[in-house]
């Protein structure tokens, strides 16, 4: 059974380099300077340093080699949505991204897998751009702000989409974005508390929205663990029973739902992980590094193995999960 990592993420060289030819007032551009390569917004915002695995294939097998991973599901990371963007460019922004990613991935198949991202809020182009790469043999699924651009997860012009998502038994890995509000930017608040704040903010618009409810099939995964939803799942089910507003889309309580999505295992803290896993069940936790940023695990396999699990759970986390899931993807291809 191969081990798979849900969460890794993937800035590539000749996407940024197009990027910029084609749109310079919104793409970064590469600065070398001390303390390694960095990318600078036209915005102001700074990523970095980024490390060389980000860009040096050789180097991410070797670091995938010694974390004892074998597969990493590539995805971009959250600046490369471009949901500010009018729809022509924000079209053809996403197609950059996808090509640039796939190209990587196909270069070594065995090691891996696809993940794209879509132009949106533009639900059309975005079933557009799903339909022109669903084909290619590294893609697998989809990854999705846990908002777009300021717009919940459950607003009804999504509905097309999670429709032909569920159709195509996509997986959907939902990462967060948040904004940049003034009461995050000390302390690394946008990070720290901004991140997981964005993925439960998206798990709840999808179980009380109704999204979960219609979509039954979809397969949704949310990374840093779910963020706090799993710790306060007990206050919705309070809320779900005690207010009828909430039962409007729902007629199970939100616990239910949670119990159908998937989430990644990147919590950072041994007794975080348990209760996850206590919580939703080790069929629903999958292996997440958030490889390469500061924020990643060093050793996420040693992360779970350290939990000390049964021999089945632990094979769950490790890869036999995201094996079934993206195998479903894959034999829907090969079924159209």
């Known amino acids: 059974m191969p081990v798979i990592d849900a969460h890794a993420h993937l800035i590539s060289t000749d996407a940024v380099e197009a990027l910029r030819a084609e749109m310079p007032e919104y793409a970064p551009v590469f600065a070398d ?22 860009f040096d294939v050789e180097v991410r ?10 597969v990493q599901v590539l995805s971009p990371t959250p600046p490369q949505f471009g949901y500010a963007l009018d729809e022509a460019r924000s079209a053809r922004h996403a197609a950059i991204v996808n090509d640039a990613t796939t190209t990587t991935a196909e270069a070594a198949p065995d090691r891996f897998l696809t993940l794209l991202t879509l132009p949106l809020p533009h639900v059309g182009s975005a079933l557009a751009e799903l339909e022109r790469c669903a084909d290619r043999t590294s893609v697998r699924g989809v990854e999705l702000g846990a908002n777009v651009a300021g717009e919940n997860l459950d607003a009804p012009e999504f509905e097309p989409l999670w429709a032909e998502l569920e159709r195509r038994r996509m997986f959907v890995l939902v990462h967060s974005a948040p904004a940049d509000s003034p009461s ?5 608040l946008r990070n720290l508390v901004g991140n997981p704040a964005d993925s439960t903010l998206a798990i709840g618009s999808l179980i009380f929205g109704g999204v979960a409810e219609r979509h039954p099939d979809l397969v949704f995964c949310f990374v840093h663990g779910g963020g706090f939803a799993p710790y306060q799942i007990g206050r919705w089910d309070r809320g779900w029973a005690h207010r009828p507003d909430l039962r409007d889309a729902i007629p199970c309580a939100p616990s239910e739902y949670l119990r159908r999505f ?24 999958v292996l997440g590094s958030d490889y390469c940023f500061d924020m990643a695990s060093d050793d996420p396999v040693r992360d779970v193995r350290k939990l000390r699990l049964g021999t089945d759970d632990q094979a769950s986390v490790l890869g036999m999960t995201m094996a079934s899931i993206l195998d479903r993807a894959e034999s829907m291809r090969n079924e159209g």
């Open 33 to 54: 300077r001390d303390g390694g390569r960095f990318l600078d917004y036209p915005s102001g915002r700074v990523s970095g340093p980024l490390p060389p695995g980000m």
């Open 61 to 70: 097998i070797a670091d995938m080699d010694r974390m004892g991973v074998d």
């Open 184 to 188: 995050y930017r000390k302390h690394f």
């Open 262 to 285: 998937y989430f990644d295992s990147l919590t950072h803290d041994t007794a975080s992980l348990r209760f996850l896993g206590e919580r939703v069940g080790w069929d629903r936790v």
